[in-house]
């Protein structure tokens, strides 16, 4: 398999503005990452017979590594708006993981969280863990805390995100930054549509002056932090004390030509980012060469995240959900990065 780097030589693709194709030409910044995807262990990631895996986020304590990722059973895909948040365990960063428990059910009545518990995201600050996740039906997310990583979680109905399956990082002092889609209509299409793709998916940011809120958007409505990309989602987020870094989902390639490619983008002030490059860190459109060997194509890929260490700096790792054939569920695969130095 072709290791994908993210300072790979400058593309020209085609985006679309205002109903018209556009020539992308800025030159990207330096890549602060210098990363080299390789390849994950065939054995190794999540999988969990006779269930769909999804949107894994993984923390290491001790010296163990713990895999919170949204789960339902594989009899129909679509009812992953039913989802709950598992959490797994292994020894080895790139897995085996195994199943442990049950951590996050849906909340029948009036919760944010009535009908499923998705796209979970574990972080620790000053002594407690805190897991995000977004809420079905209400496409908003809230945060549970514990003062373990194996529970017991609290939940409270007012501690919500006005945001759809947000990244976020918790600075020293407490406060917090994140970035999360945000659906805008396209005009090309009927007003007021909710087909997914007749509307535009972009990204925007919020903060807080602690983790349960309240939230204030720091754009408006029809505003985009990406340049020049309408359809993304599924951000992931770091801080390295001058810069805010964010990797997406680049659904339909407008970044770089590769659809469903995890692109990386940059920015000083967390209003506007720029991308870092046009060669993305990973795409569906190429196979998959696993430790041994082995080749195969996903039919998806999507759900990038990456690990920081305990010293904060970005580690070698980058998480992903592959489904192959739907009715046999999906399963996560745990990528090795390496030169994650020279931030």
């Not at 999804?54 to 290491?60: A, G, H, Q, T």
């Not at 373990?148 to 919500?160: L, N, T």
Request: with cysteine.
């Amino acid at each position: 398999m072709k290791q994908f780097s993210l300072i790979a030589a400058m593309l020209l693709v085609q985006v679309v503005e205002g109903g018209a194709f556009k020539r992308y030409s800025e030159e990207p910044t330096d890549n602060p990452l210098k990363a080299v995807m390789g390849q994950p262990k065939a054995d190794g990631g999540f999988m969990r017979e006779g269930f769909h895996l999804w949107d894994p986020s993984i923390i290491k304590v001790g010296d163990t590594y713990h895999m919170f990722a949204s789960c339902w059973p594989d009899d129909d895909f679509q009812k992953w708006k039913q989802s709950y948040v598992v959490r797994a365990t292994s020894k080895n960063l790139l897995g085996p993981y195994t199943y442990v428990e049950d951590v996050l059910l849906p909340r029948p009545g009036k919760y944010f969280d009535s009908q499923g518990c998705h796209n979970p995201k574990i972080t620790f600050h000053d002594g407690k863990f805190y897991l995000y996740h977004l809420g079905i039906s209400s496409w908003k997310s809230g945060v549970a805390v514990s003062d373990s990583v194996e529970g017991p979680w609290e939940r409270r109905d007012d501690w919500c995100i006005p945001a759809n399956n947000p990244a976020m990082w918790i600075h020293a002092d407490g406060s917090v930054y994140g970035v999360g889609k945000v659906k805008v209509p396209n005009p090309k299409y009927e007003k007021g549509s909710k087909e997914f793709h007749h509307q535009f998916h972009y990204l925007q940011a919020i903060k807080a002056d602690n983790i349960f809120g309240p939230y204030t958007r720091l754009h408006e409505k029809g505003e985009n932090a990406l340049p020049e990309n309408f359809e993304n989602e599924d951000p992931c987020i770091w801080y390295d004390g001058g810069r805010y870094h964010v990797m997406v989902t680049d659904l339909h390639g407008y970044a770089t030509g590769l659809k469903r490619g995890f692109t990386y983008y940059t920015s000083k002030d967390g209003l506007k980012y720029e991308l870092v490059s046009k060669d993305p860190l990973f795409s569906m459109n190429h196979p998959i060469r696993f430790d041994d060997d082995s080749e195969f194509k996903f039919a998806r890929i999507e759900r990038p995240n990456v690990v920081l260490n305990e010293k904060g700096d970005v580690i070698a790792v980058l998480a992903a959900c592959l489904p192959h054939k739907h009715a046999e569920g999906s399963r996560i695969l745990v990528f090795p990065v390496n030169n994650y130095s020279g931030r």
